[in-house]
């Protein structure tokens, strides 16, 4: 039996700025039949720095606000959110709004990932404060894999370079050098696999990956969400049919939506036009 189709919504990607629009771009490239509806809330952005109160309730205006318009499934492209707010929204939030709605989450798949990623099981991870602080990735590796070694680096220079635009000016190398650095001295210069563990990391890659030995591999979020977005669907039927499969995506911002479509040109690589809502 089919749902009849007001049942279906578009899959709602919700990040804080624009870092998000990395892992959309994945996820279509590898489920295009989707309709998708992405919300970015960058009159607040950023929430690297936020305290976990005020990521949790932020985050949560933003889900509900998707649910609104339609949405059964939202993924928090976003590694702050996804750290200190999608557990709380999962146990307390969604028994209440409606138990068939779900979210999901960035660093759990990419944790998932390091099972076949890491040779040696000795991990560093690129991130926003936020993330470091909150110790998601240390917590759910140690789950999962106890063996495994994590090294964490907060790097609060690359998210304004990357939203400036100066993704690829020289002095972008200053701070990617400083930081890559950082993380293998801390690290004790024995890592096999690095995590990009922010959403906007990935504009950053080439100076990265020139930065990072060579024998050690830096992996990015986009294609390892959309692996398993694709797998959540496969085992979850009812799910998919409750997702609508028109291939198109709408773009919301909290800000004024001529700059959204501008800088989100900057990681599409071609103009958007965006609506702009208030939380």
Known sequence: MTHSQPLAGPIGIFDSGYGGLTILSAIRERLPGYDYL?????????????????????????????????CRLVILACN???????????????????????????????????????????????????TVS??????????????????SMPCPMWVPLIENGEAGDPGADYFVDKYTKQLLQDAGCELDTVILGCTHYPLLYPK????????????????????????????????????SKGGSVTYL???NPEKFGHSAGLFLNHPIKAQKIIL
């Open 253 to 255: 911002t909290t800000e």
């Open 80 to 130: 702050t959110a996804s750290a200190k707010a999608l557990r709380s929204i999962q146990q307390r939030d969604l028994p209440g709004i409606d138990p068939e709605r779900r979210v999901l989450g960035v660093i759990r798949p990419t944790v998932e990932a390091l099972g076949t990623l890491s040779r040696g099981g000795n991990i560093g991870i690129f991130a926003t404060q936020g």
């Open 208 to 243: 990265i990956r020139a930065a990072v030995p060579d024998g050690i591999s830096v992996v990015s979020q986009g294609r390892i969400v959309a692996e398993s977005l694709a797998d959540y669907l496969r085992r979850h039927p009812e799910m998919d049919n409750r997702c």
């Open 38 to 70: 992405y919300l970015g809330d960058n009159a607040r952005a950023p929430y690297g720095t936020r305290s976990f109160d005020i990521v949790y309730q932020f985050t949560l205006e933003a889900v509900r606000a998707l649910f609104d318009r339609g």
């Open 134 to 151: 909150s110790h998601s990735y240390d917590l759910e590796i140690a789950k999962l894999y106890p063996g495994f070694k994590v090294t």
